[in-house]
């Protein structure tokens, strides 16, 4: 289907059912339960779960196929995102331009950082991204102000001109919406306990991550996708078997630029502000970590690997002393002050202790992320089953006495 | 006129001189020889064919044209394959897609942003890529990853990945080296069987002696250097000079 294999068929319907349902997936607990907290099937979050998703896709075409790491990722996202509220502050609201504008924007620029960067490889590409990450961020923070708003970045105003838009009506402000329908309109659906919420913003960028995800498979399974892996493999032999690998993997590079560009146009359809901090080296790792957690060069690993950090991020750091105490109010008073204590450092403020400890297990014992993880499982369960059979077999084969 | 033409090639690292005025006519259609003791210069000479190293002075002509500061992808598009001393092979991709590859590169040139064509759908360089697998007698491990074949069917990849571009002048460098017997005698005859197939010109550095009698069609002697003799195989065998150069003395 849609020139994909049985079993790329079946992961893209996977991917399919996830996006369509995870506001009930995402949902699993009452919203009155002491568990509702680990609902994450609220839009803010949600929309950053496929976001995300598309950056670490994007990020996954560059590092997972060519083996190039760029350590300057989010400064695509940073320029996507400027470039998207530049198009609402000029333009429109309506999101379709901004969302173009910041996909062609940072596919330029990355061809200009991509040239330049990927006249080195291994280490010394991946100082030279963060390089140019860095500067880009400096720029935005401090140089072009003027452009960028700095410290208090952009928003858009009142007095904007929008000269697509009609004027806001008295007292009104200026929303992201899609011809009319804002990203902001939820519909609050009430189950006997529980609420989930369909939000329209989340479901646009869904549709987005899954147009991602569906170009990643083609790439992945075209001849230029197999090409990114010959250069990751061995570029010497590359070059000695008469292809030009420079501008293979600018191509990645740009690829991923922009996919990174259309994840941070996303982030301002859906939140409309843009500010430097996300274009911050921290920011830049955070899509590594992504990759590297889902599994590095598998189709659905980065996506996997986006939704476990940011569920964490979200879910995990809102866990507070309070909320140990609740958990283990059943203990005598010294065992739970006890337990509070110990698990405290690794919760609220501290979630990146628990995650960096996870990352450290996966890496070791996973080198492969979760991706590797859920192979081994479902091998065990089918070797199981295999077993099982062969048994029943030979019990069949072997007459009653 | 020979299809490859090397007129006075000197190269130098540091003091010590890699190769002096090197002189070397490969005609069309004919496998010829380079042999010398380690250190003679021969891996230097063809890494001067393929772009990896730049003479210091003297010319290499191929075809008519000059190979001299051309990247190593133009020189593999003009028609030079070759195959190294120790395989460079894709070692992360299956046996297949190490044939697959060249058999792209071949149809499409240095670049094609293919990016939404199905590999699966391209048949006309999968039967291409399918029929080598099979001249080499490797059809049955084309799922394999090419790390996990043993070195002489590596060795035998990489030359299918050679032959599958159709080159005009093959370059191997100690194509037998490690083998075991039987292995080498194979790869002697499938190196025979090509070239009366294909008339593909073919230029050979080995130390096999074994290899070299059984295949060459003319050879040359390098030592510290420089070319020493040039001729054809039974002349060489008694040839003073290479006696001397390879059994360090006159016997």
């Known amino acids: 289907m849609f020139g994909l294999n049985k079993k790329d068929t079946r992961l893209m319907w996977i991917v399919i059912t996830m996006v369509v349902f995870a506001p009930f997936i995402l949902n699993p607990f009452p919203e009155t339960s002491g568990m509702a907290q680990f609902n994450a099937g609220y839009p803010d979050l949600m929309q950053r779960f496929v976001i995300f998703g598309i950056f670490a896709i994007g990020f996954n075409i560059l590092f997972g196929l060519t083996g190039y790491l760029s350590f300057g990722h989010a400064a695509f996202l940073g320029i996507g995102s400027y470039a998207a509220i530049w198009m609402m502050k000029l333009l429109t609201m309506n999101v379709i331009p901004a969302i173009i504008v910041s996909i062609v924007v940072a596919g330029l620029i990355s061809l200009v950082i991509g040239w330049i960067s990927l006249r080195r490889s291994g280490i010394y590409f991946s100082i030279l991204t963060l390089c140019f990450a860095m500067m880009a961020y400096a720029l935005a923070y401090s140089v072009l102000t003027p452009i960028t708003g700095g410290e208090t970045g952009l928003q858009p105003k009142l007095n904007d001109p929008r000269i697509f838009d009609a004027p806001l009506a008295a007292g009104a402000s200026p929303k992201a919406n899609l011809f009319g329908l804002q990203m902001g309109a939820t519909y609050e659906l009430k189950l006997g306990g529980w609420l989930f919420v369909i939000n329209a913003g989340y479901y646009i960028a869904g549709l987005l991550m899954l147009a991602a995800f569906y170009l990643s498979i083609r790439i992945f399974r075209s001849p230029f996708g197999m090409m990114l892996r010959a250069v990751k493999s061995n570029q010497q032999r590359v070059n000695y078997t008469g292809l030009n690998s420079k501008p293979y993997t600018l191509a990645a590079f740009v690829i991923s630029g922009m996919y990174a560009g259309l994840a941070g146009g996303l982030l301002v359809a859906m939140d409309t502000q843009a500010g430097a901090e996300r274009m911050f080296w921290t920011a830049s790792g955070e899509v590594v970590l992504m990759t590297i957690l889902g599994g590095v060069g598998t189709l659905i690993g980065p996506v996997l690997g986006a939704g476990f950090i940011k569920y964490m991020e979200n879910i995990v750091s809102k866990i507070n002393s309070k909320v140990l105490h609740e958990w283990f109010a059943f203990l005598p008073d010294g065992m739970e002050d006890f337990l509070v204590a110990v698990f405290y450092p690794f919760v609220g403020k501290g979630w990146h202790l628990t995650l960096g400890l996870l990352f450290m297990m996966i890496v070791i014992f996973l080198p492969g992320g979760l991706m590797e993880g859920g192979q081994k499982i479902a091998d065990k369960f089918r070797n199981k089953k295999k077993n099982d059979k062969d048994d029943s077999a030979q019990a069949a084969a072997t007459p009653a006495e | ?251």
């Open chain 2, 1 to 251: 006129m020979g299809i490859l033409e090397v007129q006075n090639v000197n190269k130098s690292f540091g003091g010590l001189k890699a190769l002096q005025n090197v002189n070397l006519d490969i005609e069309e259609g004919t496998i010829h020889a380079i042999i010398g003791p380690n250190g003679a210069g021969k891996s230097t000479l063809l890494n001067c064919f393929v772009g990896k190293l730049v003479p210091d002075t003297g010319t290499v002509m191929f075809d008519g044209k000059s190979l001299l500061g051309i990247k190593p992808h133009e020189i593999n598009q003009a028609g030079v394959s070759r195959v190294f001393q120790t395989p460079e092979i894709f070692s992360d991709l299956t046996v297949a897609e190490n044939v697959l590859i060249p058999c792209f590169a071949k149809r499409d040139g240095a670049f094609t942003l293919n990016a939404l064509a199905r590999v699966t759908g391209e048949t006309d360089v999968r039967e291409k890529a399918e029929q080598m697998l099979i001249d080499v007698n490797m059809q049955d491990k084309k799922d394999m990853l090419a790390s996990s074949l043993s070195r002489g069917d590596k060795r035998r990849l990489e030359m299918a990945m050679c032959l599958s571009q159709d080159p005009k002048l093959l370059l191997l460098d100690e194509p037998t080296a490690g083998m075991a017997r039987a292995d080498t005698n194979n790869t002697i005859e499938l190196l025979a069987q090509i070239q009366e197939r294909r008339h593909i010109t073919m230029a050979v550095i080995e130390h096999d002696m074994h290899v070299v009698f059984s295949l060459a069609q003319k050879i040359s002697v390098l030592a510290q250097g420089t070319v020493i003799a040039e001729d054809l195989p039974e002349k060489i065998k008694g040839h003073p000079k290479v006696q001397e150069a390879y059994l360090g003395g006159a016997h």
